[in-house]
């Protein structure tokens, strides 16, 4: 294996993982880079969870995490009852 290849693994057990690999943090880089490049706008509603994670293939709970990400990035904003939205850039 290329010195670069070891480098972007992880462990899992007795088995490497690619860590780009790992669904959240995929899934959370995807996201970013279209809010980023414009394709989802500020103030645009994303889909619910339960949609996203039928979309992805991936389980709610990984949406969850991915949420918390984007959130901590402060890419996207909550509002409690009504949904996740990418957030306003400010100036």
């Known amino acids: 294996m290329i ?9 899992y057990g007795d088995r490497l993982m690619p860590t780009e690999r790992v669904d959240y943090r995929r ?4 996201i970013a880079g279209r ?5 989802l706008a ?3 509603k994303l889909p619910s969870t339960r949609e996203l994670a ?6 709610i709970s990984t949406i969850n995490r991915v949420m918390t990400i984007l959130k901590d990035r402060e890419l996207v904003e909550g509002h409690p009852g009504k949904g996740v939205y990418v957030a306003e850039v400010e100036s």
Request: proline share 4%; charged share 30%.
């Open 3 to 11: 010195e670069s290849e070891c480098r972007n693994q992880g462990t």
């Open 27 to 30: 899934i959370a880089n995807e």
């Open 54 to 59: 039928e979309q992805y293939g991936v389980h």
């Open 35 to 39: 809010i980023k490049s414009g394709e």
């Open 42 to 44: 500020p103030g645009e």
